[in-house]
């Protein structure tokens, strides 16, 4: 990872990268699939990059 890179991205960021809409990704983590996700303050969501980059890999299956 670049250190220019951001280390945590936002449910829109991750979103537009999957090309899929925010609440998709809203509607995983209440269900509780997809990318790790951590909750701070005010309702907001954050996901750690390295966190977001491992499940990427793992879903790429081996097609």
Do not use: C
């Not at 899929?20 to 309702?43: C, D, E, H, M």
């Not at 990059?49 to 491992?54: G, N, Q, S, T």
């Amino acid at each position: 990872m670049s250190t220019n890179e951001p280390a945590y991205l936002t449910r829109e960021q991750v979103a537009e990268h999957l090309q899929l809409t925010a609440k998709t990704l809203a509607n995983w983590a209440s269900r509780g699939v997809g990318p790790n996700y951590i909750r701070l303050g005010g309702g907001r969501v954050r996901y750690p990059r390295k966190d977001f980059e491992a499940w990427e890999q793992s879903q790429l299956g081996d097609d």
